[in-house]
């Protein structure tokens, strides 16, 4: 498995179409995230910007293998293990991009309360909004499973819906997504610091419960 995950993270890395979603959570981070804003509000948005993110980065690894390469790695270690390679790499990928945007939204940012009335503890606000990040990176990574070949082979369904449902996992109720942002931004509020450890845990359900259905699929539907 090990040799998979480096095969996929070498062929992520060399096609460079990585940098659109990473461009773009870039630019977001820079429209949403402005330096001495409250540290929870900033960190609830650089979170919940990470999900359409996350689930474009798995898009961009399941199809980024030329089907007889696919094919080749499906004979020699399963189609479900290949699958499951290609699809971990993604949320690998938004992790670092998520951390390392809470690393720099903590630095620029106010610890403080919205309305700057209670001091906030930066390391403690830090991690939640790691946390909070790793939520979205886990539920972005259920709907780019489930957006993408096998689930959905044809681009013209595919892509509206992962834009979709990634929208719909950011503001339904319930959604595991929308309750770690909104405790951000209901502790800025108090300068009370939330840890999302329920919404994580239920974000990594729906994530490998995703994964594993389609790398299910996988031996059922050929890739060209």
């Given at each position: 498995?090990?040799?998979?995950?480096?095969?996929?993270?070498?062929?992520?890395?060399?096609?460079?179409?990585?940098?659109?979603?990473?461009?773009?959570?870039?630019?977001?981070?820079?429209?949403?995230?402005?330096?001495?804003?409250?540290?929870?509000?900033?960190?609830?948005?650089?979170?919940?910007?990470?999900?359409?993110?996350?689930?474009?980065?798995?898009?961009?690894?399941?199809?980024?293998?030329?089907?007889?390469?696919?094919?080749c790695?499906?004979?020699?270690?399963?189609?479900?293990?290949?699958?499951?390679?290609?699809?971990?790499?993604?949320?690998?990928?938004?992790?670092?991009?998520?951390?390392?945007?809470?690393?720099?939204?903590?630095?620029?940012?106010?610890?403080?309360?919205?309305?700057?009335?209670?001091?906030?503890?930066?390391?403690?606000?830090?991690?939640?909004?790691?946390?909070?990040?790793?939520?979205?990176?886990?539920?972005?990574?259920?709907v780019?499973?489930?957006?993408?070949?096998?689930?959905?082979?044809?681009?013209?369904?595919?892509v509206?819906?992962?834009?979709?449902?990634?929208?719909?996992?950011?503001?339904?109720?319930?959604?595991?997504?929308?309750?770690?942002?909104?405790?951000?931004?209901?502790?800025?509020?108090?300068?009370?610091?939330?840890?999302?450890?329920?919404?994580?845990?239920?974000?990594?359900?729906?994530?490998?419960?995703?994964?594993?259905?389609?790398?299910?699929?996988?031996?059922?539907?050929?890739?060209?």
């Amino acid at each position: 498995m090990t040799a998979l995950l480096r095969y996929q993270a070498a062929l992520l890395l060399r096609s460079q179409r990585w940098l659109p979603p990473v461009v773009l959570y870039a630019a977001a981070l820079g429209i949403g995230v402005q330096g001495g804003q409250p540290v929870l509000d900033s960190l609830g948005w650089s979170a919940a910007v990470l999900l359409p993110v996350a689930a474009w980065l798995v898009r961009i690894s399941v199809t980024g293998e030329p089907p007889a390469a696919r094919g080749c790695a499906a004979a020699a270690r399963g189609p479900g293990r290949a699958h499951l390679a290609s699809v971990l790499v993604a949320p690998a990928a938004a992790v670092v991009l998520g951390a390392a945007a809470t690393v720099v939204v903590a630095l620029i940012s106010d610890p403080v309360s919205t309305g700057r009335g209670t001091r906030v503890a930066l390391l403690p606000a830090a991690g939640a909004g790691l946390l909070a990040a790793l939520v979205c990176a886990l539920l972005g990574t259920a709907v780019g499973a489930l957006t993408t070949w096998p689930v959905l082979r044809s681009p013209g369904r595919a892509v509206p819906a992962l834009l979709l449902a990634a929208l719909l996992a950011l503001v339904a109720s319930g959604s595991p997504a929308r309750a770690a942002v909104s405790g951000l931004v209901t502790g800025s509020r108090s300068g009370a610091v939330p840890l999302p450890l329920l919404p994580l845990a239920a974000a990594a359900a729906l994530a490998s419960a995703a994964t594993a259905a389609a790398c299910a699929l996988t031996s059922r539907r050929p890739s060209s």
